[in-house]
């Protein structure tokens, strides 16, 4: 598909009671309003497409910056071409949609994370700490210490930090404290000692997670590692071509 074609669709998929929801959501204008269902199948159907992408950001469309996020090359992007795509952006929806599809899968992800949370600017640090939590999910490489630093961080500025910013801290307060088990003492201990967090989420019916509550939560959905049952000894008098007992668990497998 090309530009037009694209433009054409969102348009064409877009409705009055999406523009509404969003816009309660922080989305910002113009938007068309499409769906995450048929965002997910435009998707599907373009996959890859860079040129395309930096055509459809440049349009600053929330509905075109979407699309364009998720069929972006992270691979393409220069430290500065990732500044000119944050900068600017005002919609919470559209900041945490950069840094999963691109800020989080960039080489240098770990330095904007750095650099971005340091900032007191309510949009760059909301994408600084919204990429903390996604690398503290999604890269083993990096050091525990990394994020010990995060939680100091969150533990001494979370109640000052802009609103958006400071949602964002206590998601990753979250995501750090289900890294790992040392992390997740340490992160219930800043969680402890940071209390209940305010976030205005406008209208809209979206609440603030409890941090401990969240990571004790996280924690307990981990099934422990069970040892394999040994298998019983072979009985003498089993009958020729007897069917094997069932395994434990194996009816209960999902196919």
């Known amino acids: 598909m090309d530009f037009t074609e694209v433009m054409g669709e969102l348009e064409r998929l877009g409705t009055e009671q999406n523009r509404k929801v969003y816009r309660r959501h922080g989305a910002t204008d113009p938007l068309f309003g499409v769906s995450f269902a048929h965002m997910n199948a435009l ?18 469309n929330s509905d075109a910056r979407s699309l364009a996020a998720a069929i972006a090359d992270p691979g393409r992007f220069t430290r500065e071409r990732l500044e000119a795509w944050l900068d600017g952006l005002r919609s919470p929806l559209l900041i945490d949609l950069f840094v999963k599809h691109i ?26 700490w919204t990429l903390a939590g996604a690398l ?20 001494a500025s979370i109640h000052r930090a802009k609103n958006r910013a400071r949602e964002a801290m206590n998601s990753a307060l979250i995501c750090i404290g289900a890294r790992s088990e040392p992390l997740r003492g340490k992160a219930l201990t800043a969680a402890r000692r940071v209390g209940r967090v305010e976030v205005d989420h406008g209208e809209t019916a979206c609440k603030t997670p409890d941090a401990i509550a969240q990571i004790q939560k996280l924690w307990a959905a981990r099934k422990p590692a069970v040892a394999p049952a040994a298998k019983p000894a072979r009985s003498a008098a089993a009958s020729p071509g007897k069917a094997p007992a069932a395994k434990p668990g194996k009816a209960a497998r999902r196919g």
């Open 43 to 60: 998707t599907k159907r373009i996959k890859r497409d860079h040129e395309l992408a930096e055509a459809l950001w440049a349009t600053g």
């Open 103 to 128: 800020a989080l899968k960039t080489p240098f992800a770990r330095d904007a994370m750095e650099r971005w949370t340091a900032s007191d600017d309510e949009w760059i640090g909301r994408a600084g």
């Open 136 to 155: 503290a999910a999604e890269d083993p490489s990096l050091p525990d210490s990394v994020f010990e630093e995060r939680l100091s961080a969150i533990e």
